[in-house]
């Protein structure tokens, strides 16, 4: 078992350090724009420094080479004496070496050791005794090193090259240390983004994480769970829809156990009833055949009210998931006529009477089969429950919306179930709807049809005893050609 666990472990860490891990996805770009942004802050300032000091360099010493050679065009012949003399004049700061050769490249003066009979070999003097000036820098090892040599002019003849050279340390070790600097400033901001990043990333992929483990618990079925999220981004938002998911889960799966439960306690009951009777006829091979149709009508009963469960199950099964059909423009007047007339016998039979109130045309957008299901439910449960002699009253009326009324004067519904009525399989007199007929569906099924339009429905007792039942719609245009009578009018 500690090796097991051990291995979990073990295998938890390896999956830390994998770059494709999402906390690495939320760093990495961050760490990595900021390190490109140091990058080239290390990079251009000290880039410029150096053209910057390049120019400098370039003016200064090219000017002192044009200023010495101008010096020594004035002098009749180039001898070391001689340059020497101007140079002491002019003054040689910040020059490292200094050379002057005649027109054949041969050293007459060279300010670091005696000229001798040596000629400079070097481009920028080659350079120089074509009549062109030249210049050249770098920056190396810490240092400036910069070359200049410009052409000795006579009348329009070149007698001779200066040539000028410099190593500044001076300015390169501030420009080292620039660079020094920036470096460790950049380690420095690095650093910090890096343990930022990291820090930042943990917080929002813990929270993720939070989230992931709570999907996988509701997944394996524990749908009491949920997650509790601080902040107020998206994160705070997306755990509170989470909590509201598992809410209606748990709800739905409360419903669908008791659902099952019922339809199982419901189907159960006319089927071992069947097999009773069943029984009873294989088992007694003398029964006579009066006892005989009296049980096999029995069985008929109870196949019957089987169909019955199983037909509004089935009426229930395809409101939850099928969509709504194409709507139309229902006339209410004619739907629950159409009702009444086929009810009338069931009420003929239970001696009730049927009043129908309807004030204005009603019309809602629905189909109107599913109408029909809203209005004969209704009124037959009302026939079902009410006394012999009594009256159910039925009626329409149009205002804002469309109100739709089932009242009797039967048995009536306690209080404390006027609510519970419309649950699957919920009957307040289990025996009395048995009796009936009933499935404890019928309310259900009215439910589930109004609140498809958009509508409400609940239960009130009557003062003088039953139940009222109401149903309302949203309110619907006025039919075409109601509306084109009154243009024409």
């Excluded at 006579?154 to 600097?181: F, H, M, P, S």
């Excluded at 439960?261 to 097999?275: C, F, G, M, Q, Y």
């Excluded at 009773?276 to 049980?295: A, H, K, N, V, W």
């Amino acid at each position: 078992m500690a090796m097991k666990e051990e291995k979990k472990i073990s295998n938890k860490e390896k999956r830390w350090f994998q770059p494709r891990r999402l906390q690495w996805k939320f760093a990495l770009p961050y760490i990595v724009i900021t390190f490109i942004v140091l990058g080239i802050l290390n990079f251009y300032p000290v880039r410029v420094t150096q053209d910057l000091v390049f120019q400098a360099k370039q003016v200064t010493l090219s000017g002192q080479a044009s200023v010495f050679a101008s010096s020594l065009s004035g002098l009749e012949t180039l001898t070391e004496d001689g340059v020497r003399q101007v140079f002491n004049l002019l003054g040689e700061k910040n020059i490292s070496r200094s050379l002057v050769t005649d027109k054949a490249g041969r050293i007459i003066y060279d300010s670091t050791e005696e000229a001798g009979q040596r000629y400079a070999m070097l481009p920028e003097i080659a350079s120089a005794l074509t009549g062109h000036d030249k210049f050249y820098s770098q920056y190396k090892n810490n240092t400036f090193v910069s070359r200049a040599a410009t052409p000795i002019m006579v009348r329009g003849k070149i007698i001779g090259a200066v040539y000028i050279y410099e190593a500044d340390t001076e300015q390169g070790g501030l420009l080292q240390d620039i660079q020094t600097n920036l470096r460790n400033i950049s380690l420095l901001i690095g650093l910090v983004v890096i343990l930022t990043s990291v820090a930042f990333s943990r917080t929002i992929t813990r929270r993720i994480s939070a989230l992931l483990r709570a999907i996988r618990i509701v997944r394996e079925g524990e749908y009491s769970h949920r997650v509790a999220m601080k902040g107020r981004d998206e994160l705070k938002d997306l755990a509170e829809e989470f909590n509201q998911l598992t809410d209606r889960l748990q709800r739905n799966e409360a419903t669908r156990r008791r659902f099952v439960s019922d339809a199982s306690h419901e189907l159960k009951t006319p089927l071992a009833s069947i097999r009773l009777l069943t029984d009873s006829i294989l088992q007694d091979p003398q029964m006579d055949d009066g006892t005989t149709r009296e049980f096999v009508a029995d069985i008929g009963e109870e196949a019957a009210r089987l169909h019955r469960i199983t037909d509004k199950l089935l009426t229930l099964t395809k409101l939850d998931a099928a969509p709504p059909e194409q709507l139309e423009q229902v006339n209410l007047n004619q739907v629950v006529g159409s009702v009444l007339h086929m009810l009338t016998p069931l009420a003929e039979h239970h001696a009730i009477t049927l009043r129908f109130h309807a004030s204005d045309l009603c019309t809602v957008r629905a189909t109107a089969d599913d109408f029909y299901q809203i209005a004969f439910n209704l009124v037959e449960n009302a026939i079902k429950y009410s006394y012999a002699g009594g009256v159910v009253t039925i009626s329409l009326q149009m205002d804002d919306g469309v109100t739709f009324r089932v009242s009797d004067h039967g048995i009536g519904i306690p209080e404390e179930d006027l609510t519970k009525v419309f649950d699957r399989f919920y009957r307040v007199d289990k025996a009395r709807s048995r009796e009936a007929g009933g499935t404890g569906l019928g309310l259900s099924i009215v439910q589930e049809f109004v609140l498809r339009y958009g509508g409400k429905v609940w239960a009130a007792r009557n003062p003088e005893g039953g139940t009222c039942f109401t149903v309302e719609f949203p309110a619907d245009q006025k039919p075409e050609e109601e509306q084109y009578e009154e243009t024409t009018e």
